[in-house]
């Protein structure tokens, strides 16, 4: 039995009190009827997170083992170093960060997926994270083609952390991209770790791996008390951070920031 919690000033349980790898629902925590922005923040630098179906109450999560994505361990297989290239060298494909959010979030609740039947970012879920955008919390790597979004993610930035949360694609490699420049990205800001949650072979396959919830609980017990990231913009020269070959010939290298 998990608590039901409707006071909002009342703290989302001890993340030790989440069910076990024997139950039913393993990693499930506790239960509210709110997804205000102040339980959401609570939630996240406690390494809690929200999964839930249409006509089901709020229902929070803290996984164990966590499925992480260290931002030195990105694996660039060729096949994505070639679409990269090929992407560099394309006039009108270009990388954007949160100048279509709407969109995205909307296109990763619509994007069919294997093994899916429906999606748990519900309309609730949709309307707590735009107004979460809305207040500087959650952004998009958004990938373009001639002026058309093709692909991207969306996630949750505190301090120096990064939770992933959704992405889709209506091209091949496009999420794949998205998440190539949020991994320069977070190399060149000093985000080490991007929260992916649970473990999926197409991650694994991109070099995440699983922690211990003790240990992604240290971590992010430093990295969301870190002063965050001075912009959210994306500089093509960032793409230097992945493969020294995608520098431009003539380009200065990308700027560095201090953490």
Known sequence: MIPWIDDPAQPLPATE?????DSVAPGLLAATPDLSLARLREAYVRGIVPWFSEGQPVLWWSPDPRMVLLASEFRLSRSLRKSIARFLRTAGCEVRVDS???RVIEAC???PRRGQNGTWIVPAMV???RAWHRAGAVHSFETWVDDELVGGLYGVGIGRMFFGESMFSLRTDASKIALAALVAFCREDGIALIDCQQDTEHLASMGAREISRPA???HLGVACRAAPPPRWTY?????????????????????RHQT
Request: proline letters at 11%.
């Open 216 to 218: 992604f609980e240290r």
């Open 100 to 102: 279509a959010f709407d």
């Open 109 to 111: 609740a619509g994007t």
């Open 235 to 255: 500089d093509a020269r960032l793409w230097a951070r992945l493969d020294a070959r995608f520098a431009r010939p003539g380009a200065e290298p990308a700027p």
């Open 127 to 129: 309307a707590a994270y």
């Open 17 to 21: 009190q989440a069910l076990g790898p």
